[in-house]
């Protein structure tokens, strides 16, 4: 028979458990702390409907102490007395892993099917938001409300809020099929995401004149800079993806045609045509033996890593902070659409699989009702004699 004692529930206490021995905290009822053969574990005993149930919150040790251990005590009271009753509750997660603990397996076993681009976004997200907030949390404790504080907390960069709740969406699925949450217990699904504006942001003539004049100051700084400032001019010059440039390898690369032929893009193959400027960035780049990569990174053998802080870097002293590095390509696309190339042309050279992907250029261009209008006056005018207005006159 277990010898229960009624204290206040502190690491002392529950150190000194012996096997058999049950700890009853003094100041919140059903909230203790037990030993049997092995560890410590705490708990929580309540009555749910007209049964008496057990609910182990977790092991003593991190992330379970007294006082991590009552606040969630706490939290389940709160959600009985609401008359939620999660299906999680009735499983003893005394050894379960932590989300920090899954998503390191995560990464390893699932993130090795991602791009680069997705891996290194996963990571980040990961990293800087994800583990922070719920690292500590055992994988199959994670609930809905757990995921929209998480949510909010990120309401001030809405499209990366919204990424960073796929990212953890698939972490838990991917978690469900190694058992290691209940079947269909996904707390993401189908919570709402963040409204994101459309964003529409596209360089100007003089902000390319800007931009330039930094990207040649800048490398000539070291060697690195050099393939870095590379990489920008070709992102500006093909309309290419990030990730495109940054993992391209020279084997892709037909200079005498004008093409890089690239085996997995985003899209599937692809073909992205060379004009004469890229080409010549192409060619004045080095190749590094044993490296196969285009814009070789700091590691042997290996592609650059991350663009995104050297841009920021070169964006604001080029007085653009507004600007992503991913609206090279859109401005790539505005140039094209402002000197009259058709929908299907722009969608072509940028590897769109889809017309109405590139529909959002459409606005661009010159408008061709504008032409004709322009046309028709030009033309009654020539026929009834009226010069066309000078300019320099024009209000005089």
């Not at 100051?217 to 990030?242: D, P, S």
């Not at 650059?304 to 992503?324: F, T």
Request: proline share 5%; net charge positive.
């Amino acid at each position: 028979m277990s010898k229960i004692r009624h204290v206040r529930i502190t690491k002392a206490a529950v150190d000194g458990l012996l096997p058999g021995e049950i700890l009853r905290d003094a100041d919140l009822a059903g909230f203790g702390a037990r030993r049997r053969t092995g560890f410590p574990t705490y708990f929580l005993q309540k009555r749910i409907g007209a049964r008496l149930t057990w609910i182990t919150i977790g092991r003593h040790g991190s992330p379970w102490t007294p006082e991590t251990a009552r606040k969630e005590a706490y939290r389940l009271i709160g959600q009985i007395a609401g008359g939620d009753e999660p299906r999680l509750k009735r499983l003893d997660l005394t050894d379960q892993p932590t989300l920090r603990q899954v998503a390191a397996r995560f990464m390893d076993e699932y993130g090795v099917t991602l791009k680069p681009t997705s891996h290194e976004k996963y990571r980040y997200l990961l990293e800087r938001y994800i583990i922070p907030e719920l690292g500590d949390r055992l994988i199959a404790r994670i609930t809905r409300p757990d995921v929209l504080k998480l949510h909010a907390g990120m309401a001030r960069t809405k499209s990366l809020a919204n990424y960073a709740l796929s990212v953890l969406s698939k972490l838990m699925s991917w978690a469900e099929e190694q058992t290691l949450r209940p079947a269909q217990s996904n707390p993401c699904f189908k919570l709402k995401k963040f409204r994101e504006p459309k964003r529409q942001r596209y360089l100007s003539r003089e902000e390319y004149q800007r931009l330039g004049v930094v990207l040649g100051k800048t490398e000539t700084i070291n060697m690195e800079n050099f393939y870095i400032v590379a990489a920008l001019r070709l992102l500006m010059l093909t309309g290419a993806r990030v990730g495109e440039i940054r993992s391209l390898q020279w084997r892709f690369v037909d200079l005498e045609r004008g093409l890089l032929i690239l085996p997995d893009s985003k899209t599937g193959q692809k073909v992205i045509r060379l004009n004469p400027q890229a080409i010549g960035i192409l060619t004045d780049l080095p190749h590094v033996q044993g490296n196969p990569y285009v814009i070789i990174g700091r590691r042997a053998a290996a592609h650059i890593v991350n663009l995104e802080k050297p841009w920021r870097r070169i964006r604001q002293e080029a007085g653009l902070d507004d600007v992503r590095i991913h609206d090279l390509r859109h401005s790539y696309a505005s140039v094209g659409a402002a000197a009259r190339g058709s929908l299907h042309m722009i969608g072509r050279l940028l590897g769109h699989t889809h017309q109405n992907t590139t529909a959002r250029y459409a606005h661009l261009g010159p408008d061709p009702v504008d032409d004709l209008n322009a046309t028709i006056g030009a033309t009654i005018a020539e026929a009834i004699g009226l010069n066309a207005p000078n300019k320099a006159n024009d209000g005089t």
